[in-house]
């Protein structure tokens, strides 16, 4: 025997209401009015024959047989919130969310982006740029990528990119410096600084060219950008992370003269809430993030011998 169903609307605001137990709260819900909502819950009792809400001049209750109409009808509503989800992301890209800092933005993510389209076309990435914390939720986040020690109270945290810094500068002014690259040939070259001159200081120390007067040359805040802007336009030498300098390594806009490179307990990290990989385009962006920057730690493993760890 086939059941007539009530009307879906009434279904739909004895739901809503049942939930918030709030007439206001069910009605700017589903952005109709109080009244419609109170309306179309009394035709449901009136089709069914029964109170499903004891009203009280302040406040909703459910009745008995209301709180077992509401348990089975909130499965259902769920059921078809996420059947609509379901269908909804059939038809468009997945969208994942990243925030990150606009230096690992540009030096470290754009070249690669390329590379993430060709294998990932069905995923909708979007690039937030801050250097704030984020509200994962809040903010509609789903990773972040953070400079810092690792520590995230909550969060997963899992280490992308380590503080290699290495000494680059264009092919034209490296030609400058002859045959012989030792550090002791920076001294008549203009040093550009990133934020501070303190990491200046630490390679040279740990070049053992303490003659040079690190505190000179220009700083070019707030990020890196600037620094490697100057340095590609052979305005003298930066220090920069050697994987976000990868790509123009390999393609010859920078070259790094000499083999000392220091690394500090600061790098990259990837966060985010331990549920957000539930996604399975969101755990595909971590995946691919995480195996990229593996390919920098390995690079930075390969070419700095000398790296030499500084706190």
């Not at 309306?39 to 459910?62: I, Y």
């Not at 909708?124 to 990773?143: E, M, S, Y």
């Not at 549920?275 to 962006?285: D, P």
Request: proline fraction near 5%; hydrophobic fraction near 45%.
């Amino acid at each position: 025997m086939n059941e007539t169903l009530p009307s879906l609307s009434g279904l739909r605001a004895f739901e809503a209401a049942a939930r918030h137990l709030s007439m206001t709260l069910a009605a700017e819900e589903l952005h109709v009015t109080p009244g419609a909502v109170s309306l179309q819950v009394r035709e449901l009792e009136t089709t069914l024959g029964l109170a499903l809400f004891e009203r009280h001049p302040r406040r909703l209750s459910l009745t008995e047989a209301g709180a077992d109409y509401f348990s089975t009808l909130r499965i259902a509503f769920r059921l078809m919130r996420e059947a609509t989800g379901a269908i909804r992301r059939k038809l468009q890209p997945d969208v994942v969310t990243l925030s990150c800092t606009t230096g690992f933005a540009i030096q470290w993510l754009m070249p690669r982006l390329e590379e993430f389209q060709t294998a990932f076309p069905d995923i909708d990435l979007r690039i937030g740029t801050t250097g704030r914390l984020v509200d994962f939720q809040k903010d509609g986040v789903d990773l972040a990528v953070r400079h810092g020690l690792g520590a995230y109270p909550g969060l997963a945290s899992e280490r992308l990119i380590a503080d290699d810094l290495i000494a680059v500068c264009s092919p034209t002014l490296a030609a400058t410096l002859g045959p012989e690259t030792a550090p002791s040939r920076l001294k008549p070259q203009m040093l550009i600084h990133d934020v501070d001159r303190n990491d200046w200081r630490l390679w040279l120390e740990a070049a053992g060219a303490t003659d040079i007067d690190w505190r000179k040359g220009p700083v070019i805040a707030p990020d890196s950008n600037g620094a490697l802007e100057a340095a590609r336009a052979g305005l003298g030498f930066a220090l920069l992370r050697r994987g976000f300098v990868e790509h123009d390594l390999k393609q010859g806009r920078l070259v790094s003269p000499f083999s000392t490179a220091i690394r500090s307990r600061f790098a990259y990290y990837l966060v985010y809430p331990s549920l957000a990989l539930e996604r399975s385009a969101v755990a595909a962006v971590r995946q691919w993030l995480v195996e990229e920057s593996s390919k920098s730690e390995d690079l930075a493993g390969t070419g700095s011998p000398h790296a030499i760890a500084v706190t």
